[in-house]
């Protein structure tokens, strides 16, 4: 992906308010604090076996596969020993909205926790074709450039569409406004540029499709990025 696209797809996926309305299939696992003892991961009703504090990233999807809810193939886990571990559910499991939970109980150290945060089902299909489950993602529509005596600008535009499953128009509608808010005030963070505004270029309609006996409902909305170099 592109940096700008990096950026887009960091801002939608981490937003928790976005993650409330729109769950994807990833989550972030961070041990806190913690000197010594165990933790556990549950996903769908079942428990992992205990995890050490300090465990590799291969110990914790060991770990969280050996659920028969989970199954080899179906998760991955990156991270450092330790963590922070960030948790995606593949394969069969991909188009799964279901929270992953934990304990950490039996940590030990002052202030030592367990959080585990949901992150949005946001997709980039530059890079991927989304599932089909919940999802925010982003198209890039137009990428000119400018360039006035030593400053450089560019101007990309893309279309970010959100996509429900179902018959709730509300679940649609506050998704596409936590975009609007999150985009309102230009805070993207940009690697090497400086990003000088987001401009929202219009809506698009929100439509509801029958496929399959299923309800589909999406709607969209360009913005214009504007970054300067």
């Not at 990428?143 to 450089?152: E, H, I, T």
């Amino acid at each position: 992906m592109k940096a700008i696209e990096t950026a887009l797809f960091s801002l939608l996926q981490t937003d928790a308010t976005l993650a409330a309305s729109l769950p994807g299939a990833v989550h972030l696992v961070t041990v806190t604090d913690a000197t010594g003892g165990t933790f556990t991961l549950t996903f769908n009703a079942k428990t992992t076996a205990v995890i050490a504090y300090n465990a590799t990233a291969t110990t914790v999807r060991t770990a969280v596969a050996a659920l028969t809810t989970v199954g080899t193939g179906n998760v991955a886990v990156t991270g450092s020993a330790g963590g922070p571990y960030t948790v995606t559910f593949t394969g069969t499991l991909a188009n799964t909205a279901l929270a992953l939970t934990g304990s950490g109980a039996a940590l030990t150290g002052a202030g030592a926790a367990l959080t585990i945060a949901q992150r949005a089902a946001v997709y980039n299909t530059l890079a991927t074709m989304p599932p089909d489950a919940y999802l925010v993602f982003t198209k890039i529509a137009s990428v000119p450039s400018f360039a006035y005596g030593l400053v450089a600008s560019e101007d990309y535009r893309y279309q970010i569409m959100v996509v429900t499953q179902g018959t709730s128009r509300a679940t649609l509608g506050t998704a596409l406004a936590r975009v609007d808010a999150l985009l309102a005030f230009g805070s993207l963070t940009v690697a090497d540029e400086t990003c000088w505004g987001v401009e929202k270029a219009g809506d698009g309609p929100a439509v509801a499709e029958v496929e399959g006996g299923t309800t589909w409902q999406w709607g969209s909305a360009d913005y214009r990025v504007m970054l300067g170099s």
